[in-house]
């Protein structure tokens, strides 16, 4: 990136999410793409949620990542209050593993979609590596680092091999 404008905004309900969330953002520094990381809560702060909503296009942010636990209502009031696409990280819960904020986040109605991933470490880097294919349609540099990250995988899986064979 040119600049250090942040073109995605990684949101989450409490600091107790940041090591869920910051897969999300480590995918995002591994490609160069310039991103802001705070805490947003849909129950203990909503007018600042409300204002994150509703300035955040307007800061040139593109993709909103955005992280909670429990009843997780966080990604889907922030696109309630936002036309910028919102990607729903489900943050593992101490009593559900998760499930609860997995629900919560993907069984939006009809008219405010919310892109759900899965649960914990995995979905909050997918949700990293979504936001860049997004960010890649309009940026061919970043469509080739992207090309180049899917060749480097698949190589890694044709040279694994299996120890201790009986
Ligand atoms: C949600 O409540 C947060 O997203 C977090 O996952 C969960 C628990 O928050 P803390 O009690 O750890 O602050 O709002």
Redesign the pocket.
């Known amino acids: 990136m040119a600049n250090n404008q942040p073109l995605v905004a990684i949101i ?3 600091d ?2 940041w090591p869920v969330m910051r897969n999300a953002a480590q995918m995002l520094a591994d490609f160069g793409v310039a991103y802001e990381a705070k805490v947003v ?1 849909a ?1 203990r702060t909503p007018d600042l949620m409300f204002d994150f909503a509703e300035t955040a296009a307007s800061k040139g942010i593109q993709v909103i990542i955005a992280g ?3 009843a ?1 209502h966080l990604p889907g009031m922030v696109a309630a209050k936002t036309t910028l696409p919102v990607l729903g990280v489900p ?1 593992p ?1 101490k009593h559900l593993q998760g499930q609860d904020s997995l629900l919560s986040i993907v069984q939006m109605p009809k008219g405010i979609p919310v892109a759900t991933f899965a649960i914990g470490d995995a979905g909050a880097a997918n949700a990293g590596l979504f936001a860049v294919s997004i960010l890649a349609n309009q940026d061919a540099a970043l469509s080739a680092k992207l090309a180049e990250f899917r060749t480097k995988q698949t190589e890694k899986v044709f040279n694994m091999e299996l120890s201790d064979k009986p």
């Open positions: 989450m309900g409490s107790s999410d809560s129950h909670a636990g429990g997780a943050v819960s």
